[in-house]
């Protein structure tokens, strides 16, 4: 008689964990047992981009449910009943990949699962069995904030396992310039003709350059449109483009190039240098090996999101803007460590970080450093690809997952790897 069927539950939030943890986790499970039954649970967020769904559905899980569904099965004191297969006798488990930690738990407890979390933030909550983190650094700040060292792990680097091995994009010119205006409506409207504004300004100094923009999926239609229209360019003193098949060409003539999401791994490998903005996406360089400029604008500070309590302070009626700018400005100043994550992993310079009232010139200038300086790039490159995380930390995660669990895997699986490289920090 066949044993039962494990079900797994991944509860996630936004565009960034999406890619970067739960895709390469899923795929990890899937080959370590095909026959558990994964379900993707997505909880309330405010960095959503309201696309978290579409994109979590192409990911092979046998369920996916929203942030809406979570809302109405939490009132009535349930789990979304997706979630789970009743016909299954099967053992289960929450892992939670972004997101709150309390709201995974709550889910955890409805089901009658136990609960584990993968997380960048060395916090416990109370009711998580186990905390898995990324690297040691953060390991030892969990166990100074109390977390017990027995129920806290290093497994690794999950957005290395989301890079997949790549052959590189044919040159879209030289330099191959990657332009990454981010995944989240609310800004990318104001950030994509400053970037077209930014083809502009640097192609009037490399006519041979190509300008490439990897289009995330989580951005709708109408961002996309109303961005290549200039709707917003006022915010950061961008401008408006035409689009011309895959294409949009700027008012000076710079052509970018926009590709599908799926391309992002080849592109990455044959960039010469990128411009982004901070996030999960700077570390993807990183690992990717790619010199960039990581530009934090503050010309409106309103539009930026912030975690936690942060976020809610704009929809507060009449002064809630002027709250939110206030807050955002007294956040940045008290900053004390870099706002790329490469920067803060390595505790070294390695990404060009600008940041404060941003212009076209400021930008093109500091990418026009990295272009002009082969020597600075080679070097950025060489210590990025040595000091960030490698692959691994997906299979690593599930075996631990089980081993906690006391399951054991189908037969037969790959050897587990002996050692790993967890990434950066002492």
């Keep these: 008689m066949p044993a039962p069927r494990r079900q797994v539950v991944l509860v996630s939030n936004g565009p960034g964990e999406l890619t970067t943890w739960v895709r390469p986790t899923l795929r990890a499970w899937r080959a370590l047992d095909p026959s558990a039954r994964i379900a993707l649970a997505l909880v309330p967020c405010q960095f959503a981009s309201g696309g978290e769904a579409a994109l979590a559905g192409t990911f092979g899980a046998d369920a996916v449910t929203t942030p809406a569904a979570y809302l109405r099965a939490a009132a009535l004191g349930r789990a979304p009943a997706e979630l789970t297969d009743p016909a299954s006798e099967g053992p289960g488990v929450v892992l939670s990949l972004g997101g709150s930690g309390g709201a995974a738990v709550a889910l955890a407890r409805r089901l009658g699962f136990p609960v584990m979390r993968y997380s960048f933030v060395p916090y416990l909550t109370r009711g998580v069995r186990r905390l898995f983190v990324h690297d040691e650094t953060t390991a030892r700040k969990a166990r100074r904030l109390g977390a017990p060292a027995e129920r806290v792990e290093v497994v690794g680097n999950l957005v290395a396992d989301a890079l ?246 189908p037969e037969p699986c790959s050897p587990a790897p002996d050692a790993f490289a967890a990434g950066a920090g002492p």
């Design 164 to 409: 997949e091995q790549a052959e590189p994009a044919a040159p879209a010119g030289d330099p191959h310039v990657l332009l990454l205006p981010g995944s989240r409506d609310a800004f990318a409207v104001h950030l994509i003709p400053f970037m077209l504004a930014l083809a502009d300004a640097l192609a009037a100094h490399y006519p041979g350059a190509g300008f490439v923009w990897p289009v995330s999926r989580l951005l709708s239609p109408g961002t996309i449109e109303a961005g290549i229209a200039g709707r917003q360019r006022k915010t950061l003193g961008g401008v408006a483009g035409r689009r011309a098949g895959d294409s949009v060409i700027a008012p000076g003539g710079a052509r970018i190039r926009m590709v599908d999401e799926d391309e992002r791994p080849a592109q990455l490998q044959a960039a010469t240098v990128a411009v982004t903005i901070p996030g999960t996406n700077t570390l993807e360089l990183g690992i990717a090996g790619v010199p960039s400029v990581v530009m934090l604008p503050l010309n409106r500070p309103e539009i930026i999101p912030l975690e936690g309590p942060g976020h809610w302070l704009s929809l507060l009626p009449l002064i809630g803007v002027p709250l939110k700018r206030a807050a955002v400005r007294l956040f940045v100043q008290r900053l004390r460590y870099p706002i790329s994550l490469p920067n803060q992993l390595s505790r070294e310079p390695l990404m060009v970080e600008v940041q404060g009232i941003l212009d076209v010139a400021t930008v093109a200038a500091a990418a026009g450093a990295l272009i002009d300086d082969p020597a600075d790039r080679d070097r950025r490159r060489a210590r990025l690809l040595e000091v960030m995380p490698r692959p691994g930390a997906a299979e690593r995660l599930v075996r631990r997952v089980y081993e906690e669990l006391g399951w054991s895997l």
